[in-house]
């Protein structure tokens, strides 16, 4: 058998190429130009093994729409390609449309015994992983199609392929750890099986997905407890490296066959809160478990309790703020404070740190504090911190002590000063009006007394005032009245002239220099009382007496203002019988009637000068005989004596009628007011009706004075008949 080929690497320089059978394989011969097609083939030989196909071309110049196939005389198939793929012996043809169909081209298909086929794995490697594809390749170089292949694993097959037009038959094959071991293929194509050399794979399986457990397993622990982390893979080829993480902080490691785990231990701490986790690799990358939270908790430690307050001592009304603070310890952390063993509150530090609790002082707060933190593991107590609360003063209570109803002029009062609350030590102040009588201390708290001697200017508003650093509180005001006893009266005789005559008006007058009012005066003739008097605001009084024959003796008089009477000293008066002139009790009788006029005159008189208040002066019944207690409905007379003769100033006065008096009053120009309060008196003069010659003349005036005239009418009798009546 011999192979006949087209030699394609001689280029055609003619139209047409034309495969000559009777050529050897590789020649090729030109013609002269032909109208029929030539086949070529490929693979080019004729004689080819059975089951194996070759490949015609039909070879035309120029282009053509279809092809036509022929084996033998029966037509194969009409295409537009030139080419046609056959697996059976003849002769085949091609013919192109409008030409002579091509020579024949005769192929023989014989079948061959298969070789010996070559098992090939790839990977090449003899070791694979599991979960990896393998795939297996079995080849007989030699054989006529159809040929049947087998794959086999340890004598049991896992594949059979029969092929018809190659010959290579591959099986893929997802390896697990039980593919490791011995492989080969046979091929057979009818004609004998031929078995392939054996192969040898191990299936190294990587480690499967480790798991963590944690002893005492979480996700509590607490500090310095022993912590066991053990990691172990269910599945993996040894040796197998197990290595422990806290975070990203590798821990430890430890080496294991694939048989069992490792562990690794250590000692907690705070720091060893956290996610758990570990890894296992035995050379094919290391798998990572599940992680595993562990929370290390702290037990609280002894915490620190401070108070923060507005000022330096605490004081009723102040808030003060207590913070409880345990420097170490898990949250959450319940804290409580406490006064003494009492409980005041509590509050919760969910993220840790310290709380506050704010305490609106009262006196009752104060004492001994403590606050305790409590995280589940154990209460701690703080230390005490004692608290002083001051109380401010309030207002005090000030309470005189006398050993009588009226507390008089010696006696010694007791002045007691007592805040009802109030932190000691107290300092307690007295004082009167304003006037600071002295201090003292109560360094215990309650009150305290001063005594005091009396003396007539004791007499006012006493208060007291408590003090203990945090402000002044003053009591109120209380009033004290010092009666004093009246002192010994002093008596005084007013008479008109020397020697007190019978009908002369005397006045007796009583005055004691101290004594508090109202003083009851009594006027004695030697032990016969005369008549009493009394005096409401203090000062004397007086008392006018008609003299008589029988009124010469001893004068006294008693002061008394419930505190003991006073007796003065006698004063002797003797009173003589009427002598002289009759012009004298003529005079005199005029005076007397003219003292009625001239109170009409002096009011007059205080009209005009328009006085906003009297001259100085004391009246017969002004016991006090002083200005400031004055009636100012009283005519007050300053040094008018008017029971005697008064004299007149200017002698050329004469009245129009007999039956005319004129009074005249004089006021001195300048001011009036200082007049009237110094001896720059006005004077009043009275004019008697004279029975000289008559004058039309006025009465003179001096300048820089005012002259007031009151005309009174007199009876038409006589005038002595009038003056003796």
Not at 16 to 35: D, K, R
Not at 206 to 227: C, F, K, N
Not at 282 to 287: E, M, S, V
Not at 412 to 420: G, I, K, S
């Amino acid at each position: 058998m011999h192979e006949q080929l087209l030699d394609f690497d001689r280029p055609c320089t003619y139209p047409y190429c034309q495969w000559n059978p009777l050529h050897q394989a590789g020649h090729v011969q030109l013609h002269a130009p032909v109208s029929k097609p030539v086949i070529s083939l490929q693979p080019p030989w004729t004689l080819i093994f059975k089951g194996e196909a070759v490949t015609l071309t039909c070879h035309i110049a120029g282009d053509k729409k279809w092809y036509r196939w022929y084996l033998g005389t029966k037509i194969l198939r009409e295409i537009p390609a030139n080419t046609l793929q056959v697996q059976d012996s003849g002769e085949y043809k091609c013919e192109i449309q409008g030409l002579p169909q091509s020579d024949g081209v005769s192929l023989t298909f014989s079948p061959v015994p298969v070789s010996p086929p070559v098992l090939t794995l790839s990977p090449s490697s003899t070791q694979a992983v599991e979960g990896d594809w393998l795939t297996l390749s079995c080849e007989a170089k030699r054989g006529s199609y159809p040929i049947e292949y087998q794959f086999l694993h340890e004598e049991v097959v896992l594949r059979k392929t029969k092929v018809t037009f190659r010959k290579t038959a591959t099986f893929q094959l997802y390896l697990k750890a039980e593919h490791s071991g011995t492989y080969f293929c046979t091929a057979d194509n009818g004609l004998g099986i031929r078995r392939s050399q054996p192969v040898s794979l191990s299936v190294t399986v990587p480690v499967s997905r480790p798991v963590l457990t944690l002893s005492p397993p979480g996700p509590q622990a607490v500090e310095g407890d022993w912590l066991m982390l053990s990691c172990q893979a269910q599945r993996g080829s040894s040796q197998i490296l197990y290595q422990f993480y806290r975070g990203d902080v590798p821990l430890g490691s430890s080496s294991a066959t694939s048989a069992g785990g490792a562990s690794f231990s250590v000692i907690l701490t705070a720091e060893h809160s956290g996610t758990y986790f570990c890894t296992a690799d035995n050379g094919f990358g290391p798998q990572r478990s599940d992680p595993k939270s562990l929370s290390v908790t702290v037990p609280a430690s002894r915490p620190v309790l401070t108070l923060r307050a507005p000022r330096t001592r605490a004081v009723v009304g102040d808030t003060v703020e207590f913070r409880c603070e345990a420097q170490r310890g898990s949250p959450p952390i319940l804290y409580k404070f406490y006064l003494e063993d009492v409980i005041l509150g509590s509050s919760w530090a969910p993220s840790g740190g310290g709380v506050s609790f704010n305490l609106s002082l009262t006196a009752e707060h104060s004492g001994n504090y403590a606050c305790e933190a409590d995280n589940g593991l154990g209460a701690q107590r703080s230390e005490e911190t004692s608290l002083s609360v001051t109380v401010p003063v309030s207002h005090p209570i000030l309470t005189f002590r006398v050993p009588r109803a009226q507390a008089v002029v010696g006696d010694v009062v007791e002045l007691h000063c007592e805040a009802q609350s109030g932190s000691p030590p107290i300092l307690y102040q007295f004082y009167h009006e304003d006037v600071t009588l002295g201090s003292n201390s109560a360094p215990s708290g309650g009150g305290v007394s001063f005594n005091l001697s009396l003396t007539a200017e004791h007499s006012g508003n006493y208060s007291c005032e408590a003090n203990n650093g945090l402000g002044p509180q003053r009591s109120k005001t209380m009033p004290l009245s010092v009666t004093v006893p009246a002192s010994r009266p002093v008596l005084t005789l007013r008479v008109p002239r020397t020697q007190a005559v019978v009908g002369d008006m005397v006045e007796l007058r009583c005055e004691a220099q101290s004594g508090s009012p109202p003083i009851l005066y009594r006027f004695y003739l030697e032990d016969v009382i005369l008549g009493s008097s009394s005096a409401p605001s203090g000062g004397g009084v007086s008392f006018n007496l008609s003299l008589t024959a029988e009124r010469s003796g001893n004068y006294s008089c008693e002061a008394d203002n419930g505190l003991g009477a006073q007796r003065s000293e006698a004063v002797s008066l003797s009173v003589t019988g009427l002598t002289g002139s009759r012009s004298g009790p003529v005079a005199t009788g005029v005076a007397g009637g003219l003292l009625s006029v001239a109170g009409l005159v002096v009011m007059a008189l205080l009209l005009y000068c328009c006085l906003p208040r009297r001259a100085g002066g004391r009246p017969t019944s002004d016991p006090s005989r002083s200005p400031s207690h004055s009636d100012p409905q009283e005519p007050t007379y300053y040094n008018v004596p008017g029971w005697m003769e008064l004299q007149p100033v200017y002698g050329n006065v004469n009245p129009k009628a007999g039956d005319v008096v004129y009074s005249e009053v004089r006021i001195q120009e300048g001011n009036r007011h200082a007049a009237a309060s110094n001896s720059s008196f006005g004077l009043l003069r009275t004019y008697l009706p004279s029975h000289g010659p008559a004058t039309s003349q006025q009465p003179s005036r001096p300048q820089h004075s005012s002259v007031i005239y009151s005309q009174v009418k007199v009876a038409s009798p006589p005038v002595s008949t009038a003056l003796r009546s």
